[in-house]
């Protein structure tokens, strides 16, 4: 099974709209984190937000915000006010303990590619 | 305050040939990951290092390999090119005491096998 899916290879948004985009994940362990990750077309992973399993707030980052619901094991990020920068795709990441101690590596989605259109 | 940066930018091999990656961590990190990310894929985990040893690994075969040096800073070799290792290659870094909710990308080596 999957870790992490995203089922939405694609979307158009228009200019100053909210964009929602979805993120579900599988895993045993009790304490994990959430990333969202933004890679532009020159490749560089940038990081958006980070959602904590333990974390009883929704994370907020200016205009990111990352809709956690647990029992749903749904990580959905929003952005507001969307704006032709954001145009790129988008990576919703795992991370998991592992065995050794510590934290493993990320787990990645597919992405999404996000276009903004004026 | 530097961020990760990688070298080279760019690097075309031929198969069965060896290739090596190097990558600096962000300022005050001293755990360094690698990623590899095939074309149209989400990156996947190769390995991390963390005081100059191996402490996870994905699911890689050992023609790659790695190091770290005493300034943090890694490689990553593989051996034996095949096509398939055609891929942009990526490095985080975090600091160990942060490492479950910070992982900081570098700009990638973008790797083709011919």
């Known amino acids: 099974a999957q870790k992490i899916t995203q089922t939405q290879p694609g979307m158009f948004v228009q200019e100053k709209e909210a964009v929602t985009l979805d993120c579900t994940y599988d895993?045993?362990?009790?304490?994990?984190?959430l990333f969202w990750y933004k890679q532009p077309s020159s490749g560089e992973m940038i990081f958006l937000i980070y959602q904590g399993s333990y974390d009883e707030q929704n994370a907020t980052e200016g205009r990111y915000s990352l809709n956690f619901q647990k029992a749903r094991k749904s990580a959905n990020l929003v952005i507001s006010a969307s704006q032709l920068g954001d145009s790129a795709m988008y990576f919703c990441?795992?991370?998991?303990?592992?065995?050794?101690?510590?934290?493993?590596?990320?787990?990645f989605g597919k992405g999404t590619h996000l276009i903004i259109q004026p | 305050d530097a961020g990760v940066t990688q070298s080279p930018t760019h690097l075309i091999k031929t198969r069965g040939q060896q290739v090596t990656l190097r990558c600096s961590p962000k300022?005050?990190?001293?755990?360094v990951s690698w990623y590899q990310q095939a074309l149209g894929q989400g990156p996947q985990f190769i390995f991390q290092?963390?005081?100059?040893?191996?402490?996870q690994r994905g699911n890689f075969p050992d023609r790659f390999s790695g190091h770290q040096f005493p300034n943090y800073s890694s490689e990553l070799n593989v051996n034996a090119l095949l096509l398939g290792d055609s891929a942009l290659y990526l490095c985080?870094?975090?600091?160990?005491?942060?490492?479950?909710?910070?992982?900081?990308f570098g700009p990638g080596t973008r790797l083709t096998v011919t």
């Open positions: 895993t045993s362990d009790q304490s994990y984190g």
């Open positions: 985080a870094s975090s600091s160990r005491d942060r490492v479950w909710y910070e992982q900081y």
């Open positions: 990441a795992m991370r998991e303990p592992y065995s050794g101690g510590g934290a493993d590596g990320l787990t």
């Open positions: 290092y963390y005081e100059e040893e191996e402490r």
């Open positions: 300022s005050g990190h001293d755990t």
